[in-house]
């Protein structure tokens, strides 16, 4: 009853709890834990946000007044940095300079040819980092000047890049949300021209799980994608974007503007973003992949199958969209040509990113995988109609080929869907959702396309990242196509700037370093006779580490083939030092290892991530990773690391931290207000799923367990 009216609404489908006895399963109450962490961070969501709205919305003068003073306060405790230096180059021409930076008065100065240029950080729009060169960055003026430069070293880079981002924020005196609320949708238009209002799809109304604390408030961001949309050949393209964008505006009363736009033929990938948001933005990059061949109305054969994609970074986190119409069709040879055509829109859709060798799908924190993927459930069409009328979806699920695909990590490993509680999208006769068109006419055989799931929103991201879905549906009145539109929205974590507390050249001594301590991989994809090595990289520390060629046996298991390969202490790399020693800083980061061969150094033989946040607290902590190869799992990695903490900054955090690095939506900001307002932080180990498992110490569970109680007793007294 809180919950429902803290979100406004009666509607028993936010409740989905397992009635819960002392003889329940364990994944029983886990399911319910996970569902209360969800329901409780909607609803601190949505309370910050009645908070902004109180006493009739502030005027902007008396905002902008009050987040000064907050501003300023968090200034004066937080911005000690002071003065530094660093000698780069600027400009075109290279030339030899100073950039001396004052924290104090929010200012920098530009030393060059004995002139001096004092900036002030309320005059920048954004700090962008290079993707090409890990030594350059981009300063973009509020003007639209742009100011390049190249640094001596990596370090120096970060460092003034942490540091000017976090005073661009405090300057400013705007608020920086540590999360965000994304919509992403997927439709396949049947080259139909589209109704005057596609509002239902755009607010999340329709058949599936909808939280409603989120329809009154339009999305940070939306991610929209199309297939076989005869708009884009009919008329210019810059149109149909920005249809969206003025539907969007209208149905919220907010402003938005056009992130990216990407396409060919008849897909199309628009980007909008909330307009104060938009400075926040950078790195938008676009492209597009073709894969198949096919017949539309407006010419002859050409390539209607493929993808286009979008990715950019928004504060400290990067984002990758995929939209994307796969072959059609139900057949075996038909769900071998979609692999291929994963596997070939991996391959050849290049984006310029930190990690460019690895696969694309690990080289971002969010990654978003939708369109038109057209698998098909494998059921009779009888079967499946009686199943859509007892509304029984699970069970056409299990029937699902893409459901049965990630089962056995045939295509998209890694990858995630919310739960599917709407009926197949397609293939609707048009003009109304009552009913399906089961015989599909073609030219040379007609052909039986039963009702299908050919429309999903899939997606991963790094282990230190937070997802939440908050609904995953289609839209039930809007006829032209005979596919239903499709949505999703999430709840996700944004990583902010962070500053260098301390200068790795005054404490060489205290910085944090990591290293193995044993290691072994087993690779499916490879030969015994190869002299295998490992090499790690990453933004925060310098250069590629390489291991010593593996120095024992390698082995083969006769059951499954497998090349085992083992490298003795002494074969393992010096450790490695992290460039920025911050708290925060550092539990985002991640490192990339990859097994590569002597002697055939193009060759990647598989990869996987580490999230440094899993390893600290510990001296020593044993992993094993899964190895994966263009996305495909190939093999497995396991052994002991060490991540040394001279100055002890994390000292028991696994153990003893029950709280989500997530913080709630702007409840930072008001701690200047009135700290009764401020909500606390979620439990770690529910919200990050791998954290609670049957293997979870009773104490850790009780601590989370307290810690849901806490949110809720404050939530009541908010």
Not at 224 to 242: A, C
Not at 269 to 298: F, H, P, R
Not at 507 to 522: D, G, Q, T, V, Y
Request: with cysteine; proline share 4%.
């Amino acid at each position: 009853e809180l919950f429902s009216r803290a979100m406004g609404s009666t509607n028993d489908n936010l409740f989905r709890y397992q009635k819960v006895s002392a003889k329940s399963d364990f994944p029983s109450v886990i399911f319910n834990l996970k569902e209360i962490i969800e329901l409780v961070t909607n609803t601190e969501l949505h309370f910050n946000k009645l908070l902004l709205q109180l006493n009739n919305e502030p005027s902007s003068e008396d905002t902008y007044q009050i987040y000064k003073h907050s501003s300023e306060c968090k200034a004066k405790k937080m911005l000690d940095i002071g003065r530094d230096s660093f000698d780069v180059h600027i400009g075109n021409k290279m030339n030899n300079s100073v950039i001396e930076l004052n924290s104090y008065d929010g200012t920098f100065t530009i030393v060059s040819n004995n002139q001096k240029e004092v900036i002030s950080f309320l005059h920048i729009e954004k700090i962008v980092k290079s993707q090409r060169n890990p030594l350059f960055l981009s300063i973009v003026k509020r003007s639209g000047d742009v100011i390049s430069v190249l640094f001596s070293n990596l370090q120096h880079r970060e460092k003034f890049c942490e540091i000017s981002l976090l005073m661009v924020n405090q300057y400013n005196y705007k608020l920086s949300q540590n999360t965000m609320s994304l919509f992403v949708g997927t439709w396949n238009m049947g080259e139909a021209s589209p109704p005057d209002s596609i509002e239902t799809w755009l607010s999340c109304q329709g058949s599936g799980i909808s939280l409603q604390g989120y329809k009154d408030h339009g999305h940070d961001l939306y991610l929209i994608g199309v297939q076989e949309n005869d708009t884009l050949m009919r008329i210019p393209s810059s149109d149909w974007p920005t249809k969206l964008r003025n539907q969007i505006s209208s149905i919220y009363k907010s402003e938005y503007k056009i992130l990216a736009f990407e396409h060919f033929w008849h897909i199309g990938l628009v980007g909008i973003i909330k307009s104060d948001l938009y400075c926040k933005v950078s790195n938008v990059q676009q492209a597009n992949v073709k894969t198949g061949l096919g017949k539309i109305n407006v010419g002859p054969i050409v390539g209607n199958k493929g993808a286009v994609g979008v990715s950019f970074t928004y504060e400290n986190t990067s984002f990758l969209f995929i939209n994307c119409h796969l072959t059609s069709g139900h057949e075996q040879k038909r769900l071998d040509k979609r692999r291929a055509n994963y596997r070939d829109i991996l391959k050849n859709l290049i984006f310029k990113s930190p990690y460019p060798h690895c696969d694309i799908t690990n080289q971002f924190n969010y990654t978003f995988f939708f369109g038109d993927l057209n698998y098909r459930i494998d059921l009779d069409p009888d079967m499946i109609l009686e199943k859509i009328q007892e509304n029984d979806f699970y069970y056409l699920k299990r029937h699902d080929q893409l459901s049965i695909e990630l089962e056995r990590n045939n295509a998209f490993y890694a990858f995630s869907e919310a739960p599917i509680r709407f009926p197949p999208t397609y293939r609707y006769i048009r003009g109304s959702r009552d009913s399906y068109h089961i015989l599909k006419k073609k030219a040379v055989k007609d052909r039986i396309n039963v009702p299908s799931y050919c429309d999903r929103i899939l997606f991963k991201s790094y282990l230190n990242s937070t997802i939440f879905t908050t609904s995953y549906g289609c839209s039930d009145d809007i006829f032209t196509s005979d596919h239903s539109p499709v949505f999703a929205s999430f709840l996700l974590g944004i990583h902010l700037p962070c500053r260098s507390r301390i200068s790795s050249s005054a404490i060489p001594n205290l910085r944090i370093s990591i290293s193995f301590e044993s290691f072994e991989a087993r690779i499916t994809r490879s030969t015994p006779n190869e002299n295998y090595y490992f090499q790690l990289f990453s933004t925060c520390f310098e250069g590629i580490r390489k291991s010593k060629p593996s120095s024992s046996i390698r082995e083969i298991n006769t059951d499954s083939n497998n090349t085992v390969a083992k490298w003795m202490p002494t074969d393992l790399p010096e450790p490695v030092l992290i460039l920025n020693q911050d708290r925060e800083y550092l539990l985002h980061q991640i490192f990339f290892l990859q097994i590569k061969c002597f002697g055939c150094e193009d060759d990647m033989y598989g990869e996987t991530h580490f999230s440094l946040s899993d390893y600290f607290g510990d001296s020593i902590s044993r992993f094993n990773k899964v190895l994966t190869y263009q996305s495909y799992p190939v093999g497995n990695i396991h052994g002991t690391i060490n991540i040394n903490d001279p100055a002890h900054r994390f000292v028991g955090m696994r153990n003893n931290d029950t709280f989500a690095r997530l913080d709630v939506v702007m409840s930072s900001d008001f701690d200047n207000i009135d700290e009764k307002f401020v909500l606390k932080k979620l439990p770690s180990s529910i919200v990050e799923n791998t954290s609670v498992t049957k293997h979870t110490k009773p104490e850790t569970f009780v601590s989370s367990l307290i810690s849901i109680d806490e949110t809720i007793e404050t939530l009541q007294n908010a």
